[in-house]
């Protein structure tokens, strides 16, 4: 029998990837999406007999009832994303990632299965020589980091819950973002030929965007082997300074100038290592290298042209 999942969000920047990979594998997937940022980033799905899109919003009760009835798999990835975005539109972000996460999950029933993604914002000053991993206690410095955090709680009251925390995201989306890390990084070294590095010691762990797809299309397949618990998914390989990310972008952007400005802090005060062992050893493992991942920002960067729209 096919599999039914619902995605809501899934015009966005992870959701257009996995929903796309979804389709492709034969799964029938309804999307819910208010397509505030972009569009056109499903219109390849729009011939598939697969594929649905409702434009609504994700606060439609009635709707999100409906829906939980129709499908097995629910992966909530609706959400204001990011703390710049959370900060300038309060209200919104709590009743988006807090409120609609916990009407969700009032209402869902037994043969429901959820796939919660979260973030390591909620780690957000990890101690200097220990890597968090999923028992490090949760610190938020962002309202973000908060509604996340505490949407996590409410989603792990449940059994049928895997739940993600994401390490940063980079890589090329059918909606595109420049303002996540390495993206702005690759974006601003191509179109400014230099970074500004604030706090260049911060740390990060990053994960690209088909990894991310292809941890969740491992979780739909093997869930009650993942069920009931959280897991770090990030690339193991990709624990990096800012600094140690600018000197890898320079290495292939020899005109690259990094400048570091002293005496001024990062708005975004994030430091943090992050283990991925125990998603590893439940058998995925992310493989796309953070080279890579430059090099295909920097053909994407050299020849887009159009406005890409974020979040804020």
């Known amino acids: 029998m096919e599999k039914k999942v619902l995605v809501t969000g899934g015009a966005g920047y992870i959701g ?3 929903v796309s990979k979804l389709v492709h594998l034969g799964y029938k997937v309804t999307v819910i999406d208010l397509l505030k940022y972009s569009t056109t980033s499903l219109n390849h799905l729009c011939f598939n007999k697969n594929f649905k899109l409702i434009v609504d919003d994700v606060r439609n009760e009635n709707l999100i009832k409906q829906e939980i009835k ?3 798999f629910i992966i909530p990835l609706a959400a204001l994303v990011g703390a710049p975005l959370c900060k300038k539109n309060k209200k919104e972000a709590i009743s988006v990632n807090l409120d609609s996460i916990k009407f969700l999950m009032k209402n869902t029933k037994k043969k429901n299965k959820i796939i919660f993604l979260t973030s390591n914002s909620g780690y957000g000053i990890g101690k200097k020589n220990k890597f968090c991993d999923e028992s490090s206690p949760l610190k938020p410095i962002s309202l973000y980091g908060i509604t996340k955090v505490e949407a996590e709680k409410m989603v792990m009251q449940s059994k ?5 925390r994401l390490a940063t995201v980079f890589g090329n989306s059918y909606r595109m973002r420049t303002d996540l890390l390495v993206n702005n990084f690759v974006y601003n070294s191509i179109n400014k030929k230099e970074l500004k590095l604030y706090e260049p010691h911060f740390r990060r762990n990053f994960i690209h965007v088909k990894d991310v797809v292809d941890a969740i299309v491992y979780s739909v ?4 082997q993942l069920k009931s618990n959280i897991y770090n998914l990030g690339l193991s390989s990709a624990n990096l300074s800012k600094l140690m990310l600018a000197k890898k972008i ?3 952007l020899k005109y690259l100038k990094i400048k570091i400005i002293k005496n001024k802090k990062d708005p975004d005060q994030r430091d943090y290592f992050v283990s991925n062992k125990k998603i590893e050893k439940k058998g995925f493992r992310a493989k796309i290298r953070i080279e ?4 295909e920002l920097i053909k994407v960067f050299t020849h887009t042209k159009e406005n890409i729209i ?3």
């Open 292 to 295: 890579s991942g430059i090099n």
């Open 221 to 224: 397949k093997n869930f009650n």
């Open 310 to 312: 974020n979040n804020y």
């Open 70 to 72: 129709k499908n097995e």
């Open 160 to 164: 049928n819950v895997i739940c993600f």
């Open 16 to 18: 257009s990837m996995l």
């Open 250 to 252: 320079k290495n292939r």
